[in-house]
């Protein structure tokens, strides 16, 4: 059996309302709370969007996360309200979609990337590494809606040796 470097899913269930979970994926406000540090989102005629502003088919992106410098670039290329999120990432080379399913007491959310390149540095990086973002975002988006804490460090400490 061979590995498929093309893909992968993340998988978590979530104790809140689907409106809520969905919501907090579709605004800078929202986005930027448990996610992003900066977040610029423009309409598909360049106009940059509110903060409150629902992002759309057809418009653009720009994230920048906590510590890092790394700006990353797509497009929103699906949105089914309440239901699943589609957008481009690394660079417009992959996709990802997030499906939202209510179970009654709980969401399934699930994460599917998609279209990863197999060189040796879009597997490490764009596979192996996407894979363990994913999976702490979504622990992240759960312990924020659920309990009202977050994970994530939001000071721009440069990182340091633990044994020095």
Known sequence: MSYDWTKF????????????????????????????EKTKLNDKNGRQRSPEEHCEVGD?????WYGWDYLEKGRITAVEKNKSIAFTFSHDSVNVELQFIDHMNEVQCIL????????????????????LGWSFW???????????VLLNDKTHREPHAINQ
């Open 9 to 36: 899913e993340c998988h978590i269930f979530i104790k809140a309302p689907i409106e809520k979970i969905f919501n907090a994926w579709m605004s800078e406000k929202e986005i930027t709370t448990w996610f992003l």
């Open 112 to 131: 599917t990337q998609t279209d990863i390149p197999t060189d040796e540095k879009n597997m490490v990086n764009v596979h192996m590494g996407c894979n």
């Open 60 to 64: 653009t992106y720009e994230w920048k």
């Open 138 to 148: 979504f622990v992240n988006l759960k312990a924020w809606l659920e309990y009202g």
